[in-house]
Nanobody
Framework: QVQLVESGGGLVQPGGSLTLSCAASGRTSGNYAMAWFRQAPEKEREFVAAMRWSDGATYYNNPVKGRFVLSRDNPKNTMYLQMISLKPEDTAVYYC???????????????????WGQGTQVTVSS
């Protein structure tokens, strides 16, 4: 069992930056992956980026490539999503997800994740 807690959301102007955190408690060893998804009002949850926890390998959805970067602090069991050049269309509730996987860690669908945080609101507006 893994518990996830997000933090770091807020209001930021277009072009600004923000860093989200996802702290995990529980076992994260072995074939474990963590990801960020986001959900804007009246839209489906959208994959943002994911990390293979064993070695920190990452991949990103196209809309955020070059603007968002994943990193981690292993001793703290925390994943970070650094977001720069934010746009109004980045406005959403951002959720951290976690799952154990077999085979590939390419898991861009929310139903592939077993553990979720409560979400943190990011609003990009002037």
């Amino acid at each position: 069992q893994v518990q996830l807690v997000e933090s770091g959301g807020g209001l930021v102007q277009p072009g600004g930056s923000l860093t989200l955190s996802c702290a995990a408690s529980g076992r994260t060893s072995g074939n474990y992956a963590m990801a960020w998804f986001r959900q804007a009002p009246e839209k489906e949850r959208e994959f943002v980026a994911a990390m293979r926890w064993s070695d920190g390998a990452t991949y990103y959805n196209n809309p955020v490539k070059g603007r968002f970067v994943l990193s981690r602090d292993n001793p703290k069991n925390t994943m970070y999503l650094q977001m720069i050049s934010l746009k109004p269309e980045d406005t959403a509730v951002y959720y951290c997800g976690g799952t154990y996987y077999s085979g590939s860690y390419y898991l861009p669908m929310d139903e592939q994740y077993d553990y979720w945080g409560q979400g943190t609101q990011v609003t990009v507006s002037s």
